[in-house]
């Protein structure tokens, strides 16, 4: 009798098991399709980033290429991203929530929404607000390597802003929209690798020379990072070329595609879509105030509102005659200028606190201000002069050593990109065939 009640109820728990057995169909196992180091590229991970660039060509009515070629283009570039987060996370290097908060609030404002409508618009778009803020995470902690690495290895010299401005005359505002299509080399090529290199580039410009189309060969072809764009680099201005660029890019017209220019990189094609600016220099004015100040700062003896009233009393005292100079020299807590009589000199727009800055503006030459409260104490200042003065020259200098820096770092990062490449262990198993 017990075996004929085991025996149904074996066969009960085996019909109750049946719609969970049948239902049970084989589900395809995620793999992994590269090793960074100590660090694997899943499948799923590279599928969905494919699905993302795919999605956003197509938001944009750019042509999406074959999907194998958009994969390896996809995974060259999360192989980079992963050694430079691995480099961020040996230094230490993170972002921190308030960091994070204020990026993805700004993203939100540039798109004209509240936090809780991007949230509502990610969420129709099928994105979450947590994958985005991940994302940006991301982005902000390759910034902070990539500047850190290179941008530390950048500097600019007088010199180099007195031989740009001999050999450009003044700064012009012509821009051009550009596309540009690479054929990489790896690091230290063989002869024959840049024979490859250069065959095939000379092989994608005779496409395009008869007709091809540079968006859909740079989607399908390009070992760049704008690949996925269509190697869309956006408008640059005439001097923020990159240098590589700088002397092709003026000689083309609109519409025109250069011959294969050599890089440490590989071979580049540059396209010169669209121009435009060339109107010449903008003169750069500013007010300058020459002004000098008492400030009397609170301390363990002084409280604030013996500090305000210690600076009334001084304003009193020039105003009944006695010298700002001697009074400066006596009471300033403001030790760089008490020595000359609290003699600031000429002062420009954004070199002082904002509300130093304010009182100033809202004075007439001559006119002593009431005590003027800011985070250092309690200011008595003298507006002496106004002037207008043109920092044309100035702001031209300074313009052209932001110029050439992200010049350098733009030729830096694709020096340094090969380096870490080079220096890491890289199992690509796409490129093995693994497809």
């Not at 395809?28 to 899943?42: E, F, G």
């Not at 740079?218 to 070992?223: F, L, Q, V």
């Not at 020259?393 to 080079?422: C, G, H, P």
Request: with cysteine; hydrophobic share 35%; net charge negative.
């Amino acid at each position: 009798m017990r075996l004929r009640s085991f025996a149904f109820l074996a066969c009960m728990l085996l019909m109750a098991m049946a719609p969970l057995v049948a239902s049970a169909q084989p589900q395809p196992l995620d793999r992994i399709v590269a090793v960074v180091n100590k660090d694997a590229i899943m499948l799923s991970q590279l599928e969905d980033r494919v699905a993302q660039v795919s999605k956003q060509m197509a938001s944009r009515n750019m042509p999406v290429p074959d999907k194998q070629d958009l994969r390896r283009q996809v995974l060259d570039r999360m192989i980079v991203e992963q050694i430079q987060l691995q480099m961020a996370e040996r230094a230490n290097v993170s972002i921190d929530d308030t960091q994070l908060n204020a990026a993805v609030r700004k993203i939100a404002e540039n798109n004209g929404m509240s936090l809780d409508e991007f949230a509502d618009s990610l969420e129709k778009d099928g994105m979450s607000l947590a994958t985005v803020r991940e994302q940006v995470r991301r982005e902000m902690l390759l910034r902070q390597v990539q500047q850190g690495q290179v941008a530390s290895r950048v500097n600019i010299t007088d010199r180099e802003v007195d031989r740009y401005l001999d050999q450009q005359g003044s700064s012009s505002d012509t821009a051009y929209h550009l596309a540009h299509l690479l054929v990489s080399l790896p690091q230290s090529p063989t002869p024959e690798q840049v024979e490859q290199a250069r065959a095939k580039a000379r092989d994608l410009y005779r496409q395009l020379q008869n007709g091809a189309d540079f968006q859909q060969l740079a989607t399908a072809e390009s070992d760049g990072e704008q690949a996925s764009s269509g190697g869309d680099l956006g408008w640059r201005r005439g001097d923020q070329l990159p240098t590589i660029f700088a002397d092709v890019v003026p000689q083309l017209a609109d519409g025109e595609v250069s011959e294969p220019v050599r890089s440490p990189s590989g071979f580049h094609l540059v396209k010169r879509i669209d121009t435009r600016g060339g109107q010449g220099e903008q003169k750069t004015v500013v007010t300058e105030n020459r002004v000098r100040h008492i400030l009397i700062g609170t301390n363990p003896n002084r409280n604030d509102e013996q500090a305000k009233a210690l600076a009334q009393d001084i304003r009193q005292r020039i105003v009944g005659g006695e010298s700002f100079a001697a009074l400066a020299q006596q009471y300033s807590d403001d030790d760089g200028s008490a020595l000359n009589g609290g003699e600031l000199g000429w002062v420009r727009p954004g070199q002082m606190v904002p509300a130093f800055e304010d009182a100033v503006n809202d004075m007439q030459v001559g006119e002593l201000s009431q005590p003027v409260r800011s985070r250092f104490g309690y200011h008595v200042i003298k507006l002496e002069d106004r002037r207008q003065k043109d920092v044309t020259r100035d702001a031209q200098r300074e313009q052209i050593r932001q110029t050439l820096f992200q010049r350098k770092v733009n030729d830096e990062m694709e020096a340094w990109v090969q380096e870490i490449r080079a220096d890491a262990y890289i199992d690509n198993r796409l490129e093995d065939g693994q497809q």
